[in-house]
């Protein structure tokens, strides 16, 4: 028993010791990949001393012959190299361009004069999705809420000012709502389900850029119900903010690769529907308070209608 126990120490000390990587992942943000493989019990005091070799599946792709100090890369991974300088600290990554990458293990094999060791590694790939569930759902909320608002103050547009002089406005405002409720709804629709980057890019496009229709439309509902006040234009100004917001947030995230600006894009149209709020409530505030002021305006105004 001691001596089996002996043998194995024995053993283990011709071989070569591994740092335990059992796989690695890359993706499309990647420009490189670089598989792990450290070696921890390297005694050489030269390169020259070491060879090491690299097996995709069962093909040799990479030799590193310390004794020539030649690198010899397979055709098919022509990017793919090591460190020669990190050697003697036994590191042998595999480094290559993410174009030369495949799917697959990998072993890595050291030979150290008379030692040697091996240890494989997968490499996987991992598609990266702009944003989470709950953020897509957030994009998605945001505008359909601000939407329902804008048609909030649409009814009470068409249910207290409604005349002649308005008519034609209140048509056209609807014409607007009714394209913009479409787009966001394609919108959706392209961004919620599935992993598509194309048709969730595209849907994400299409609703943070629609949605700044809101504001000319919110302008519009204003103007024509009783014109601007200081209130409304800090509701459009805060409106207009949030939109920039939006569009920076969306443009980041289209330049990044990993989704790290979803809350600058979310904030963004959170502060969009924020203004639609305040202007239901004002105008809502406003309307009831028309009525109450109403008859004397009347009383003017109906000498000059008829
Ligand atoms: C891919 O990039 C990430 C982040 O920079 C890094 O942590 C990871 O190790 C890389 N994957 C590979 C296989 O090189
Ligand atoms: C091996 O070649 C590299 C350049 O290809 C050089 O930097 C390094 O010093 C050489 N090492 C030895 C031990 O000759
Ligand atoms: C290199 O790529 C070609 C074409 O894809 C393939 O036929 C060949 O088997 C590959 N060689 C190695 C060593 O993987």
Known sequence: MLSLVYGMVVSGSAQLLFSK???VEYTLCNK?????????????????????????????????????????????????????????????????????????????EVTELSRE??????????????????????????????ILLFWGKFGILTLKYKSSRTNKKIILLLATGVVLTAIVVVGAI???????????????????????????????????AFGMTSFTIAILITQVLGYVLALVGLCLCIMACEPVHGPLLISGLGIIALAELLGLVYM???????????????????PLNE
């Open 284 to 302: 809502k505030f406003v309307a009831s308070n028309q009525r109450t002021i109403q008859p004397p305006r009347k009383a003017v105004e109906e």
């Open 21 to 23: 990587v059992k796989s």
């Open 32 to 108: 490189t990949v670089t598989i792990p493989c450290v070696v921890l019990n390297v005694e050489a005091q030269s390169t020259e001393e070491m060879y090491v070799k690299w097996k995709f599946n069962r093909t040799y792709i990479f030799i590193y012959d310390g004794g020539k100090n030649s690198s010899t890369p397979d055709p098919n991974f022509s990017s793919a190299k090591i460190s020669v300088s990190d050697l003697l600290k036994g590191d042998a990554s595999l480094k290559m361009d993410t174009n030369d990458a495949a799917v697959g293990n990998y072993t890595c």
């Open 117 to 146: 060791g091996k240890t494989v590694i997968e490499l996987k790939y991992r598609t990266v999705s702009w944003f989470s569930p709950n953020e897509k759902i957030l994009i998605v909320i945001f505008p359909i809420l601000a």
């Open 190 to 224: 392209l961004l919620i389900p599935g992993e598509n980057p194309v048709k969730n890019a595209a849907g994400l496009g299409l609703i943070v850029i629609s949605v700044g229709i809101l504001i000319p439309l919110q302008y519009n509902v204003f103007m024509t």
